[in-house]
């Protein structure tokens, strides 16, 4: 691809993705949502990281990883639990990476 | 504007900015390899942060480069980053109405900065900001930081052209920070339903091309999340 083309396709694909981001806020106080479609959208936080978080945690090189060897599911499982009881981002995160760090140094002695 | 009402403000921004500190963690290596790879795929450093810059956007630019390496024609690419990016304008319709009364110059600088990050984090932090003005300048206040780490990221991963060492599974921040938010995301049965099938959908949808595994997972827990819900379903109830 020739540099001007290249640009060009930049350029094409940022118009497409602004383009996305802003159809909805920009007509937002103009254009009153159907009910069903505002019920549907409530769900789209749950849905959509569900669906960013499991495939992260169950898949890596396009292969299904199951337990006991996925350690990413049980560090995961782990940090679950602690979100659940604490509400708590920052602590998730550190017990979540301490899990999967230390599963993986304990590995080597298996 | 009064002092107090600017005073209030900063506040409510620095309180974004707070409370985004641990997901910049996991932006800071994306945006390093997003830069590495642009070399890789004979990008120059300018093309790369210009990229960035327009694009803002991780998965889609992942995605060009793939096929940019591939020889692949500028439709091709146009295609995916739609196809990639589709969940940004369901992010967009959910998020709307809380700046139903805001500037259409500022709603267009909150699309532009519009991520995964941002819109599930602003959710969560809105429950709390009653006034549009305060919801806005908490986003700019979440929303710019990533925005900065994205762009520095990429820009340093370019022209260091370094990997980060892969024993230190920074990746893992990410999925461990949705986590977090997914939990108090999930309020009943209904959410819980769209969280399960969502997630297990995405899943089973994985080998799908141009992102459309995550797509496929939103809008089948959205149905459940539905179906769940439906007012005749309770009345069956006890």
Do not use: K
């Not at chain 1, 540099?3 to 350029?11: E, F, G, N, P, Y």
């Not at chain 1, 199951?66 to 560090?75: F, S």
């Not at chain 2, 390093?32 to 795929?41: E, F, N, R, T, Y």
């Not at chain 2, 600088?109 to 991520?115: A, G, K």
């Amino acid at each position: 691809m020739s540099t001007t083309a290249l640009w060009l396709t930049l350029v094409g694909a940022a118009l497409i993705t602004f383009l996305l981001r802003w159809s909805f806020i920009a007509l937002s106080g103009v254009l009153e949502l159907p009910a069903p479609l505002r019920r549907a959208l409530q769900f789209v936080p749950a849905a959509v990281l569900a669906a960013i978080i499991l495939p992260a945690v169950l898949i890596s090189d396009n292969e299904l990883q199951l337990p006991p060897e996925n350690w990413r599911l049980l560090a995961a499982a782990l940090a679950g639990l602690v979100a659940w009881r604490t509400h708590n981002i920052v602590l998730t995160l550190i017990v979540g990476m301490a899990a999967l760090w230390g599963l993986t140094a304990l590995q080597v002695y298996f | 504007m009064h002092e107090q009402g600017r005073n209030s403000l900063w506040r409510d921004f620095t309180a974004g900015t707070t409370a985004v500190v641990p997901v910049l963690l996991g932006v800071v290596p994306y945006a390093l390899i997003a830069g590495v790879i642009a070399i890789q795929v004979g990008l120059t450093p300018v093309q790369a942060s210009g990229m960035s810059l327009l694009l803002f956007a991780g998965a889609s630019q992942f995605a060009a480069m793939q096929l940019i390496n591939n020889g692949a024609p500028a439709l091709v690419i146009l295609v995916t980053v739609l196809f990639v990016n589709l969940r940004m304008a369901m992010y967009s319709a959910s998020i709307a109405p809380h700046f139903a009364t805001t500037r259409q110059t500022t709603r267009a600088l909150i699309s532009y900065l519009l991520t995964d990050q941002a819109y599930m984090f602003s959710l969560y932090g809105f429950e709390q900001l009653a006034p549009a003005r305060s919801r806005v300048a908490y986003y700019l206040g979440l929303a710019l930081p990533i925005w900065l780490v994205w762009q520095l990221g990429t820009m340093t991963g370019a022209v260091l052209g370094t990997e980060l060492p892969a024993g230190w599974a920074l990746d893992f921040t990410l999925p461990l920070i949705f986590l977090a938010l997914l939990v108090p995301s999930i309020r009943d049965r209904a959410t819980l339903a769209a969280a399960i099938v969502g997630g297990c959908v995405a899943v089973a949808a994985q080998p799908l091309p141009w992102n459309l595994g995550l797509i496929a997972g939103a809008l089948a827990g959205i149905g459940a999340g539905m179906l769940c819900s439906a007012p005749a379903q309770h009345a069956t109830d006890s």
